[in-house]
């Protein structure tokens, strides 16, 4: 479980989060969702550390993350894992390697154990026998799944997934979510998605939180979305066409 | 002031929680060969020319009949071992490791592969510049001491071809009134231009933001940052050692 409080960001004095709080569960996706700009990839980097919040606290579990000693947010950080919107796996590496990076650098696995867990991660995200080719021979779907291989490679407890699916076609896009939905529920762990894509939503989104503006407009369940009650919202959900002949 | 100050965080964190001792020791052994091995043909290139430039150049200038012709292996001699291989070497050593330290990192910052690395609790900048400062160290006196031998071979080649001064002659001003301090006074130049490449490259491309473009322009201003530098330690240390 991650509870965040009262989260704050500004950048150059204009204000991007504005008291975001909130408690996302383990087992089932949590999604952050919203428009371009309204401060998602913002709120999911202060969650993991990558931008220190003006205010706020970040709890994993029972530990507190914002002030923590360096010990331990390396301590936390080493059960985390995320998917960055690019895949930003290590171009040059191998598929392989690109995996086995943090059983190389975090454990004192043996190898032939770390090759087992890495042939076991690839088989898991449909990628088995593509140990061997660089980043750049295959497709964007491909390395968003190399990178969710990476991200729970080291049995991380925590899952983080930016724009899982920006840049890829809708069936590969649901592949991704599918995947994101299985590994959540089968390790029981606690995912964080952050996306704008409404197929996703309406997919994967068991519990969802729109930002609007830098502040938290609505939370709820994909069922709820269609009777939110908030306009920016409803704007937001039915801005498509095909969203708004369902409604 | 802002930037220096960030500078020297940054120095900071390449010496705090680091990873294991057997992480590093695959990493600097590889930017060795990267820093090292790939650099020697161009080092070895210019020291070649720069000596034998040095002789033809010292003789073309030494007219007075009163002056003997072993000068100018002693010339060749000193510049070489005090300014040429250490000092133009360095600036080479700058345009061509220091743009490629700068572009590397900055490549990985704009697609997110240092994000990564934090994400995963490891101390991004110990793990990535630790290795190229190392590197960096163990190799540019390497190269120094290679350049310095090639070029005054290279003097040495372009003094018979030219005929301006005998293989013997040129072998006794080579090893005339040699002080062993201007190789001390070497050594120290190259370390410290060696630290001065691989944190000011290392820095401009670990903080770099943007895209593309940006990776080129922290490219750029790493080489030229990186050659103030090592003229301004230049000028220092020579203040400094040869009084």
């Known amino acids: ?247 | 002031m802002e930037a220096l100050g960030k500078y020297f965080i940054f120095l900071g964190k390449l010496f705090v929680n680091r990873e294991s001792f057997a992480t590093y020791a695959k990493l600097v052994i590889d930017e060795c060969m990267a820093i090292g091995i790939n650099s020697i043909f161009l080092v070895s290139l210019v020291s070649f020319f720069m000596g034998a430039v040095t002789t033809i150049q010292t003789a073309y200038n030494l007219v007075s009949p009163l002056i003997p012709d072993y000068v100018i292996s002693l010339v060749v001699r000193d510049m070489t071992i005090l300014e040429l291989a250490p000092t133009i070497i360095g600036v080479i050593y700058a345009g061509k490791v220091g743009s490629s330290m700068a572009s590397g990192l900055g490549t990985m910052r704009i697609s997110e592969q240092i994000d990564a690395l934090e994400v995963m609790g490891i101390n991004s900048t110990s793990y990535l510049v630790l290795p190229k400062l190392l590197g960096s160290i163990f190799m540019y006196p390497l190269l120094v001491i290679l350049a310095g031998l090639l070029s005054i071979m290279g003097g040495y080649l372009a003094g018979q071809l030219t005929e301006v001064i005998t293989p013997t002659e040129y072998i006794y001003g080579i090893r005339f009134e040699f002080n062993p301090y201007m190789v001390t006074f070497a050594m120290i130049k190259s370390f410290v231009f060696a630290f001065l490449v691989a944190t000011i490259s290392s820095f401009k491309g670990y903080y770099t933001t943007g895209g593309a473009v940006e990776v080129g322009k922290a490219s750029t201003a790493a080489v030229t940052q990186s050659v103030i530098a090592i003229l301004t330690a230049d000028y220092l240390l020579a203040q400094l050692l040869l009084k």
């Open chain 1, 1 to 247: 479980m991650i509870k965040i409080e009262n989260i704050h960001k500004s950048f150059q004095g204009k204000p991007i989060l504005s008291g975001i709080s909130g408690v996302f569960g383990q087992g089932k996706p949590n999604l952050i969702i919203g428009a371009s700009g309204t401060g998602k990839s913002v709120l999911l980097k202060c969650i993991v550390g990558l931008i220190t919040p003006d205010e706020g606290r970040i709890y994993y579990g029972d530990k507190e993350f914002t002030n923590a000693s360096r010990d331990t947010k390396t301590e936390i950080r080493r059960d985390i894992g995320m998917l960055f919107q690019g895949g930003a796996l290590f171009d040059s590496k191998t598929v392989e390697q690109n995996v086995m990076f943090p059983l190389d650098v975090l454990t004192k696995m043996p190898l032939a154990e770390k090759i087992d867990r890495v042939n076991f991660c690839l088989e898991r995200v449909g990628l088995k026998g593509q140990n061997k080719k660089m980043p750049s021979e295959i497709s964007g779907g491909m390395q968003k799944r190399v990178g969710i291989a990476r991200a729970i490679v080291n049995n991380s407890r925590f899952l983080f997934c930016d724009e899982p699916n920006s840049g890829l076609d809708p069936q590969t896009s649901i592949l991704i979510d599918d995947l994101i939905l299985e590994i959540t529920e089968e390790y029981n762990i606690t995912t964080l998605v952050v996306t704008h894509d409404m197929n996703s939503v309406l997919g994967i989104g068991s519990r969802i939180m729109f930002l609007y503006q830098g502040l938290k407009s609505w939370e709820g369940t994909k069922d709820e979305i269609t009777d939110s009650g908030v306009k920016e919202f409803d704007d937001f959900v039915f801005a498509n066409k095909v969203m708004q002949r369902l409604r």
